[in-house]
Each structure stands twice: as structure tokens, then as C-alpha cells.
């Protein structure tokens, strides 16, 4: 579906937001006014990767979300608080996020061989 023209800080209402999560991000959901996601890691080492890896992606798009963190699994929340609701931004970042934390180098054609299915070596626990 194509979503209707609108600014980066114009907010879609909740049917919009899930509609388009549906269909762009279903990993993701709406709750309270967030649209939030769990990634689920190995560890406390794994975890603080993932912390970092969206650190660095909010701050270079200037956007930052709410983090919950755990020792398996982080819970990221996005909400553009100057305009009070769920804009393009967001889902913008959502989806960087996604596409970096969830990277798979192994499922791919390339030198990458991705991370080895051994325990010793378990990182992010994959959907």
C-alpha cells in the first residue's frame, strides 16, 4: 500500500501505524502511543551490542527512542515526543534498526560467513 503524503513530523493515526506495521515492520507493535520491539540476545554482552548498535543509529538520525534493557533482551520503543505521536521518523529508524540488528551475513551471497551456530558463539536469537 502506498502511505499518503504527508511531513516528517505529521502523526498517523493508530489504525495507520498498525496497518503500516503490518505490513513494513511486523516484528514491531503499537502500545501506549510506541511502537516498540523485542529483541531477544544471549547475554549480557550480546545485549549491550544491540544497546550500542541503536545508540549509534539514533544518534546519527537525530531521533532517539526509549530503551529498556535486560540481561537477554532489549525492548525499543520510538515516539516522536515534539509532535506527540507516531510520524515517518519513526518508522524510519524502526526500520534501520531492524535491518542492522537483525543482519544476517550468512543467509546471503558474500565472503560474510555470518555467526557460527555453535552456543559459544550465539548472539542475537533470530525470529
Known amino acids: 500500500m502506498g502511505w499518503r503524503k504527508i511531513t516528517h513530523d505529521d502523526t498517523y493515526s493508530d489504525a495507520d501505524v498498525e496497518q503500516r506495521l503490518k505490513e513494513e515492520l511486523p516484528n514491531w507493535y503499537l502500545e501506549n502511543g510506541w511502537i516498540r520491539r523485542k529483541y531477544k540476545t544471549s547475554g549480557w554482552k550480546a545485549t549491550l551490542m544491540v544497546v550500542n548498535t541503536v545508540g549509534h543509529l539514533a544518534e546519527a538520525a ?52 555470518g555467526t557460527p551456530d555453535d552456543p559459544r558463539f550465539k548472539y542475537i536469537k533470530y525470529d
Do not use: C
Open 62 to 113: 537525530f531521533h532517539h527512542p526509549d530503551l529498556s534493557v535486560s540481561y537477554a533482551f532489549v525492548i525499543v520503543k520510538l515516539m516522536n515526543h515534539a509532535a506527540k505521536g507516531i510520524t515517518n521518523k519513526d518508522f524510519e529508524l524502526a526500520r534501520k534498526i531492524e535491518e542492522v540488528v537483525m543482519w544476517q551475513p550468512g543467509n546471503e551471497a558474500g565472503a560474510l560467513p
